[in-house]
């Protein structure tokens, strides 16, 4: 399928944490749905169901989903979705399916293992996008880039195996954007 149009908003879980409750949030995605409705001349009747991931399922999003131990395979999101009732997260009629995010499986959490401690919501979806969508040689790594660098692996069963995360990108968002330092920082 193609995209036939699209709403972003700029509200996000970090309103949630500066408001202390997810209110704007709930508001803001309601109205960027009925947007996105209204400008495709369609109602709520139209849409069967939306689908969320990301940290929208996380205790800061709409409703927290548990993470999935990997591997995890499509079967296993299919099998794990959350389905919720219109009305039950979102003042509107609209049910939507929320898709778990990943965590890596490194049994309990000793000072020995910190390092392979790891997670994943919404880098998940893209990662099943694209062992859907590509011809991979598996095993297979997937990087994905932006302010979190995630370094995916994929085994030979076509499975999210477990992830490794860079925090790079947002400790120099940080630096730049809460500091002195910025002032001596190059674009």
Known sequence: EEVKDKHEITIG?????SDGNNERLKQALTQAIEDLLGNNALS?????F??????????LGLLEVP????????????QHT??????KVLPID????????????????????????????????QAIGVISSMSLTLPATIV?????????HINKDGAIAG????????????????????SSMID
């Open 13 to 17: 879980v970090n309103s949630t944490v």
């Open 44 to 48: 709520l009747h139209d849409v069967d």
């Open 50 to 59: 939306a689908i969320a991931s990301g940290m929208i399922t996380s205790n």
């Open 67 to 78: 993470h999935l131990v990997a591997p995890v395979n499509i079967n296993d999101f299919a």
């Open 82 to 87: 959350c389905r919720v009732a219109g009305y």
């Open 94 to 125: 609209l049910p939507i399916i929320f898709i778990p995010g990943v965590k890596n499986d490194i049994g309990e959490a000793t000072w020995e293992n910190i390092r392979k401690i790891d997670l994943m919501r919404g880098e998940e979806t």
């Open 144 to 152: 994905e880039l932006g302010s979190t660098t995630k370094i995916i």
């Open 163 to 182: 992830s490794i995360t860079s925090l790079s990108g947002q400790v120099y968002a940080a630096v730049k954007k809460e500091t002195f330092i910025n």
